[in-house]
Each structure stands twice: as C-alpha cells, then as structure tokens.
C-alpha cells in the first residue's frame, strides 16, 4: 500500500486541482480520494482543452481513476448530481468510476440554509459548517443512509485494504490557513486541511511516501477578515492572476506571499514536494515581493525570487517546482 498526499500550504485556491490531474497521468494511482471539505472547494481544471470545474468529485475522474469521496468530507447530494451530470455532458467517462465512502456525512437542504445566512466568517455558504457540527454533535446523516446515492457507495475499509495493491492519491481542500486548527479561527473553514486530515481516510500513517505541498507566488483569501492591504497594486494582481472565487466568484483578496506562514505549512504538513503556481503572474505584475516577519522582501525579477526561495529551503530535502498558470508542472 503507498499513499500520497495533496495539501495546500496558504488559503486554498493555489491550484491543487492542476497538481492532482497532473500527477493523475502518470497511471500510477488506482484511486483518487478527496479528504476534507464539501462543495465549498472549486477545482478548476484543464483536460484536453477544456476548463471543468470540480466542487465534490475528484480530479481522477479525468482519467478513469476510481475517484472516492472520503469520509473527511461532507457531500451535498444535489451538487454531486449536479456536478456528475455536468462531466458527463463535457465528455467525461463517470460510470464505475465515482464513489462516496458509506461512513461520509451529508450536507442537507437545511445546511445549506442556515450557511445561507451567515454573515460573520463570509462562508462559501454551501453548508459545510453545519453538516460537520451535526457530524460532531452525532445529529448527523452518513451518505450510505440516503436512498438516492445508494449506487455510489463503497466501503472504503474493504476497497482499500483487500487484496489488491493500492496506491492512493490523496486530494485536498482548501489550504493551511483556513485549516480548523491551525488557521486564524474563526475566519477557518470547518475541516481539518492538513496532510493528518488524509490518514484519516481510512490508511495508515506508514503509508504515506510523498506530500505535496501546493502555494501560490502570491497570497489570496476569500472571507469576511480584512486580508488585503490597502495598495491598489493589490486591485491589479486580482485583475492580472484572474483571482475570483472558483465556487462563488467572489473576488479573492490578495497579498504578496507571506513566507512565514508558507514555511509553518511546510512543517507541520511534513512537505517532501512542492509547487509553486503562478509565478508567471507576478511576471505580468512586473513586481516580485515575499513578505517575512515584518519585512518586505524585494526582487528585480522572477530569477531572484525563486533563488531567495530555493536558498530558504535549501537545507531541506525537498523537491521544489515553479509554475504558470495553466502551464504544466
Ligand atoms: P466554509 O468552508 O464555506 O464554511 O467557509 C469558511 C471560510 O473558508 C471562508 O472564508 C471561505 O471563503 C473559505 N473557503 C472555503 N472553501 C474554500 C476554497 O475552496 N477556497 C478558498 N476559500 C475557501
Ligand atoms: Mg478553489
């Protein structure tokens, strides 16, 4: 059994999506289980041109990769029909391919509702908090409960540890700073977000080869917190990294990257390979500035950014990756 684990190191929206169908063509993989979160996630994905945006389902589905909802999650079984009928209607193969683990909790009509209303922590409004407090409270409803899903459900237990070698990528959501532990609570969403979220899932921590740990050349974060700095540099990087809510289209806040926080992700996530998206971004910017303890660190070009970064991690042993938007890793 091998396992390895997709985690994003600021607040979500670093492009974990592009990681997974990345690392998902190499045919390695038997599944994809996603570990954390609801429907509050948007994956954006590029397959064979097209974008597909994902909230439930992972990304393996785009390469027939037995693709497992887990029971870290929470799932809404409207927006799983929903978002099954529109990757059928982009092409893409479902049947046999999608599942949702027996013991995975529901998000109902009435989470959502009550989500609708929240105007303290700016929530994706898509239930996810009241479905995991029902879950706690054990109030809560497992998916293998719900007639409609009935031809979805497996038991994780039995398909991961039967006779067939697994090895399992494990797909993640939302990121570090939102995580509900580590993240600045309450403005957090309601799941764990780190790589202990995935052996959660149903695999044990000896599993575990690889982390991957995804940030982005920049900070974003959408919620109710003031984030953003007031610099109108911070308006254009929005306008330039295209940087809207994937769920919602909310526009993101933004920052420079804050290092500090970056490398505390980097620990506690126990990070062994590391992507960072959309330097490429910062390119069209025409600035490149990381933010460390009260300093702002400036560079004149790209090169220079990541020669501070890869100096920063150079006692680790880490592999690291630089990335565009859209570009492949
Ligand atoms: P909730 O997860 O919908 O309860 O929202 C809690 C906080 O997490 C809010 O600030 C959301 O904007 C944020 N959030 C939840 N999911 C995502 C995501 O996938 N990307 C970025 N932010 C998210
Ligand atoms: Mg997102």
New binding site residues.
Partial sequence: MNADIIVDLQ???CGKGKVTHHLCKSGEYTHVIRYN?GC???HTIYHNGEKYVTHHIPAGVFYGIKSIIGPGCVVSPTQFFKELEELKEGGIETAGIIYIAKNTHVITDSHMEE?GKDSK??????G??PAYRDKYARNGVRAEKVPELQEYIIDLYDELHGDKDVNVLFEG???FG?DIDWGDYP????SHCTAGAAILNGIPPQAISKVWGVAKAYET????KKFQPDDDIFNMLRQVGSEY?A?TG?PRQCNWMNWDLVEKAININGVTDLVFNKMDILDKLGKWVIRKGNQTVQFSNEGYMKDWILTMLEARDINVHFSGDKERI
């Avoid at 403005?187 to 309601?190: A, C, I």
């Avoid at 974060?221 to 109710?224: D, H, K, L, M, P």
């Fill in positions: 607040y979500g929206d979160g509050n996630a948007g989500d922590i700016g929530t994706t409004k898509r996810n908090g959501a939302q990121g939102l403005y957090v969403t309601s974060y959408v919620g109710r809510g769920t909310r």
